[in-house]
């Protein structure tokens, strides 16, 4: 299965960039032709390069590692939440706040006061205080949530980034690039390539085109969970067959061996002359140790 058609691009809206006059020269290798004052990217380089991001996405969750959606602009914030959510992964859709990866030990400190407003709230906490103090703690728990719920289960620095508009995210970018982490991003025509790891040329500011792209990195994860899950069944089918291996050589009884007929029936004709002279035996036997039943032997006199 494809990772993405050209038909599903040029339906997108993909392949138109901005004016002419708003164009950074380091995009040219990616820009295709210029309409009506307008550039239009080459679509091909597109589908290589989303093929690229899309296999380096792949790589970062099956080697056990989280991706974070970034995209705060009014067009992208939708579309990151939801696909985020539906693949599992950490998104920031309303604000970057400096330091978020350069200081994520502050971070998490605004984490942990998120996830213990929200026990207080839950757990009757609240009703022990005033009118006024539930107030000032409710309005810092929805700005930390605006901020911060979706990263809100984030214990450590991402894998990998998957950006939209460079341009608008460059302090999320500059963190990025400052930790060494991996950065996929859609570039549009008025971007700078430079510093990202995976550029994916493209339209960044029509909703369609956006959720598209959106779409393909959550793919990338589900389908990376996907293999994960398919190695950890394997993996436990071959514990049991060896397991079941182990239990079957265990269970294997000496009856269940072959026996020498010759040597067995020799066996039996010495334990029968053996109880044929103990019956004879001078000293005599009890009943108890007879080989059978006296009374059935001899009868009633």
């Known amino acids: ?80 939440q939801k696909e985020a959510e539906r693949c599992g992964m950490f998104y920031v859709n309303n604000r970057w706040l400096g330091g978020m990866l350069t200081n994520f030990v502050t971070i998490k400190k605004s984490l942990l006061r998120l996830k213990k407003l929200e026990k207080m709230e839950v757990d009757g906490s609240f009703e022990n205080l005033t009118k ?66 995976y550029p994916i040329p493209g339209n960044d500011d029509a909703i369609r085109a956006i959720t598209l792209f959106t779409q393909i990195i959550a793919n990338a994860v589900i389908e990376a969970d996907n293999e994960a899950g398919l190695k950890i069944i394997e993996t436990l089918g071959e514990e049991d067959e060896d397991m079941e291996d182990l239990m079957n050589d265990i269970s294997l009884k000496e009856e269940d061996r072959e026996i020498d007929i010759e040597s067995y029936a020799s066996g039996a004709a010495e334990e029968a002359v053996k109880t044929e002279n103990a019956g004879t035996d001078d000293t005599g036997t009890d009943e108890d140790d007879l080989p059978v039943d006296v009374d059935k032997a001899y009868g009633e006199e």
């Not at 929805?142 to 341009?167: A, H, S, V």
Request: glycine fraction near 8%.
């Open 1 to 80: 299965m494809a990772v993405v058609t050209m038909k599903s691009l040029l339906e997108s809206g993909v392949h138109f960039g901005h004016q002419v006059k708003r164009w950074d020269p380091r995009m040219k290798k990616y820009i295709f032709a210029e309409r009506n004052g307008i550039h239009i990217i080459d679509l091909q380089k597109t589908i290589q390069s989303i093929k690229d991001a899309y296999e380096a996405v792949r790589k970062t969750v099956v080697a056990g590692k989280s991706v974070l959606f970034v995209g705060t602009k009014k067009q992208a914030q939708q579309a990151i």
């Open 132 to 197: 006024k103090e539930i107030a000032a703690l409710g309005k810092e728990r929805t700005k930390l949530q605006k901020n911060l719920g979706g990263i809100k289960e984030m214990k450590d620095p991402p894998g990998i980034l998957f950006i939209i508009d460079t341009r608008m995210e460059t302090i999320a970018v500059a963190e990025a690039q400052r930790m060494g982490i991996p950065i996929v991003a859609v570039v549009d025509t008025n971007c700078n390539p430079d510093g990202i790891n």
